[in-house]
């Protein structure tokens, strides 16, 4: 398996219209995230460009799978209301809609199949397989529908979570290559400084529940590192067995002539420091850049219990 992307809380997505975080249950599963993706109004949006786009052909058997637990409040809208879906080139959306009489598979832009009829105020956890011969759609691991259609060639770009006419909530998005059923993300945050601390601004800066572009660490030299230590993976370790890890950091270029304008995002296991991927950064504070390591880079294997005991940082660079 490669997980392609995993998030869970709004600093990781650009936004589009009335959004917000949520912290309470049964909007998201507090065991596993402190804050949640809330959808405020109609046509409000979060989004997550990929960093590489996803093509899937018959040839190749190339399967996408789009895993998230959402909260739905309320049950309808248009015949094409997306809520849960990925975008492809030509700006269409497959995954799912929230539509009347319930949920409902969406292929290009078109809502497909009969459709289950949820409770007005409900939540589950989708797994959405997008494969060259169509669309499977599962509901806390079971199969709801699968839809034949062509999707062979298709090229998909972003992944977004959309309200139509219910309100929704979305936590633990993860986008993998292979079969995402019964997978979760466990939430580790910033709770003290590392083991590096070249920047302006330490772990008090970047702490917050909340997105708050006021507050930050900087940079004015290439090459400055700064580190965090983080709080267990919630749930314990012990409870989940680790697949991957992902770091997500936002962040902007500043107005210094020659300083720097990216940043790469590194882990530290033991005394070493490995560089898990990089951002390039916009002019102004936009969706966070999520990295993933789908190993351990130390011992180039899977991740085991260390998974539960690492610190995150970033490097500044030209």
Not at 52 to 74: F, K, M, N
Not at 114 to 134: K, L, N
Request: hydrophobic content about 40%; some cysteine; glycine content about 12%.
């Amino acid at each position: 398996m490669t997980i392609l992307f995993a998030a869970t809380e709004p600093q990781s997505f650009d936004s589009i219209g009335s959004v917000n975080s949520i912290s309470t249950a049964p909007q998201i599963d507090t065991d596993y995230s402190r804050i949640g993706c809330q959808l405020a109004s109609a046509n409000a949006r979060y989004l997550a460009t990929l960093g590489t786009s996803q093509t899937i052909t018959a040839l190749g058997g190339e399967e996408l799978w789009l895993h998230g637990r959402i909260w739905i409040s309320g049950n309808g809208g248009a015949a094409t209301a997306p809520f849960f879906y990925l975008r492809d080139t030509t700006g269409a959306a497959t995954g799912l809609s929230n539509t009347t009489p319930g949920i409902r598979p969406m292929v290009q832009g078109a809502a497909v199949g009969s459709g289950i009829v949820r409770p007005a105020t409900a939540f589950g956890i989708f797994d959405i397989r997008i494969h060259a011969g169509g669309i499977d759609y599962y509901l806390d691991g079971l199969l709801q529908e699968a839809i034949t259609s062509n999707l062979d060639g298709v090229t998909f770009t972003s992944i977004e979570i959309e309200r139509g006419a219910s309100q929704v909530v979305a936590s633990e998005i993860v986008l993998a290559t292979t079969n995402t059923i019964g997978l979760r993300v466990g939430t580790s945050v910033v709770s003290a400084q590392g083991s590096d601390d070249a920047m302006a601004g330490d772990f008090t800066s970047v702490d917050e529940l909340n997105t708050d572009d006021s507050d930050f660490v900087s940079s004015l030299n290439v090459g400055e590192q700064e580190s965090f230590a983080t709080t267990t993976l919630s749930p314990t370790g012990t409870q989940l067995t680790p697949i991957a890890v992902a770091a997500s950091a936002r962040g902007r270029q500043g107005t210094l002539s020659g300083g720097p304008t990216d940043f790469d995002i590194f882990v530290t296991i033991g005394a070493n420091r490995f560089v898990i991927g990089g951002a390039d950064m916009p002019t102004v504070f936009g969706a966070g850049s999520v990295v993933v390591a789908n190993q351990n880079p130390a011992t180039a294997a899977a991740w085991g219990a260390e998974a539960n005991d690492i610190e995150f940082g970033l490097v500044s660079k030209a």
